[in-house]
């Protein structure tokens, strides 16, 4: 069995893949381009990959191709009517990154909520050597215990969330996106009631037609002026040109990103006229990326191709 990793960089130089190894032959590259894939799967049997594009113009020449892993829950980047038609089974995997993300989730708000980089920089720059008092609170912040937390999106995700968000003394509230999923021990809302009485907003839904755009001006202006909102869903659900328009007028108090429309971010997002960081935090897509996600992503990857191995065999 040959084995090509497309994208190795996207998981990682620090994870032990030693055990795909004794599956047979290992290639890595560290990306792949649309044009260079072609000639890279030509005899590859398994193929492990995150953002490549998989269709008939980049796997068409590979004539042994038999498995497709996708190291994300997110299968947009395949074209599985073709995969179909060339009987090429496929596997993603899900699970792996909820403890990763829902801990980003709040280390971002604790960055933005009690103005982390406000107090650093304060006693870096040496202003508390010699201050008057033993304390400094220019700028205010408030607990979350009290606070109304929204979600919006409560798959695994968000359920982990809404639990550490009670454990604080949140009132946590939900909004489905789907507008069918109802959880038992949490209160569903409608949007608009989220968006008015929430202090904390979250976001940890999939990019769908329906959460698309969801977070645009008009619901931007229904938020409280003090609310902090926090994207780890996916970058397009939010506009971002009205997201910017909304810190810099006051809207809204402050935002936390992880995902942005357009990754790497490009020069014209127009976030980057925000460069209060008591306003705005933006980190580069790496909530899911802890080392413990990244190793559990990659082993369960491992077991579906040791599994799918097996059940060929037995075939």
Same mark, same amino acid.
């Not at 359920?159 to 550490?164: C, E, F, G, H």
């Given at each position: 069995m040959k084995i090509v990793f497309l994208d190795a960089k996207t998981i990682g130089d620090d994870i032990d893949l030693s055990g795909y190894e004794e599956l047979g032959e290992v290639v890595k590259y560290d990306f792949s381009s649309s044009e260079e894939v072609p000639a890279r799967v030509i005899d590859a049997d398994v193929l492990v990959?995150?953002? /490549?594009?998989?269709n008939e113009h980049t796997i068409g020449t590979a004539r042994n191709l038999k498995l497709v892993c996708v190291t994300a829950t997110g299968t947009n980047n395949l074209d599985k009517d073709y995969l179909d038609r060339r009987n090429i089974a496929w596997r993603n995997v899900a699970g792996y990154s909820t403890e990763s993300v829902a801990q980003h989730t709040f280390a971002m708000l604790f960055y933005l909520l009690e103005k982390l980089r406000y107090y650093d920089d304060y006693v870096k720059e040496e202003r508390y050597v010699g201050d008057t008092i033993f304390t400094h609170f220019a700028e205010r912040f408030c607990q979350i215990n009290g606070k109304t937390w929204g979600i919006i999106?409560?798959?695994?995700?968000?359920?982990? /969330?809404?639990?550490?968000?009670k454990a604080f003394g949140a009132d946590v509230i939900y909004y489905s996106t789907s507008g069918s999923n109802t959880q038992d021990g949490y209160t569903r809302t409608d949007f608009d009631t989220l968006l008015a009485t929430s202090d904390i907003i979250s976001v940890h839904a999939p990019l769908t037609p329906n959460t698309e755009h969801l977070i645009d001006a008009k619901a931007l202006s229904k938020m409280k002026p003090s609310a902090i909102f926090l994207n780890l869903g996916r970058g397009p659900i939010v506009v971002e040109e009205d997201l910017a328009d909304a810190l810099e007028s006051g809207q809204i108090a402050a935002a936390g990103l992880d995902v942005l429309c357009t990754e790497p971010m490009c020069a014209t997002n127009p976030l980057l006229r925000i460069k209060d960081s008591k306003k705005l935090l933006i980190t580069p897509h790496i909530a899911w990326a802890s080392v413990e996600a990244r190793t559990s992503l990659m082993n369960i990857i491992l077991g579906q191709i040791q599994d799918w191995k097996k059940e060929t065999e037995a075939m």
């Open positions: 990959l995150n953002k /490549v594009q998989v999106g409560l798959g695994n995700i968000g359920r982990r /969330v809404a639990d550490i968000a």
